[in-house]
């Protein structure tokens, strides 16, 4: 699988320009990407670069992932009454 990595600043300012003038933007559709689409390996060997340490990527599904943060007590998200897979975790 492969993603492209993009900032939040980035995505704000691409969802505030409809917001604060609709018209233009009726019917368009907007794909958000950073510039390069990569495996989560390789933003794992570049997190290692930059931090000078090991990092790995472990490819786990999401109802394991799901279940064990659950287990230390994080919480689902839900929207109009439909389970979302973030669980929210109770702060440090």
């Given at each position: 699988?492969?993603?492209?990595?993009i900032?939040?600043?980035d995505?704000?300012?691409?969802?505030?320009?409809?917001?604060?003038?609709?018209?233009?933007?009726?019917?368009?559709?907007?794909?958000?990407?950073?510039?390069?689409s990569e495996?989560?390996?390789?933003?794992?060997?570049?997190?290692?670069?930059?931090?000078?340490?090991?990092?790995?990527?472990?490819?786990?599904?999401?109802?394991?992932w799901?279940?064990?943060?659950?287990?230390?007590?994080?919480?689902?998200?839900?929207?109009?009454?439909?389970?979302?897979?973030?669980?929210i975790?109770?702060?440090?």
């Open positions: 699988m492969k993603k492209s990595e900032r939040a600043e995505v704000a300012r691409v969802v505030a320009a409809p917001l604060a003038n609709p018209q233009p933007h009726i019917g368009k559709i907007y794909h958000l990407a950073g510039p390069q495996n989560m390996y390789f933003y794992a060997q570049e997190h290692s670069k930059a931090l000078a340490r090991t990092i790995t990527f472990q490819d786990i599904p999401v109802e394991p799901r279940d064990g943060l659950l287990k230390l007590g994080c919480r689902l998200l839900t929207c109009n009454g439909r389970r979302l897979s973030e669980p975790c109770p702060q440090a």
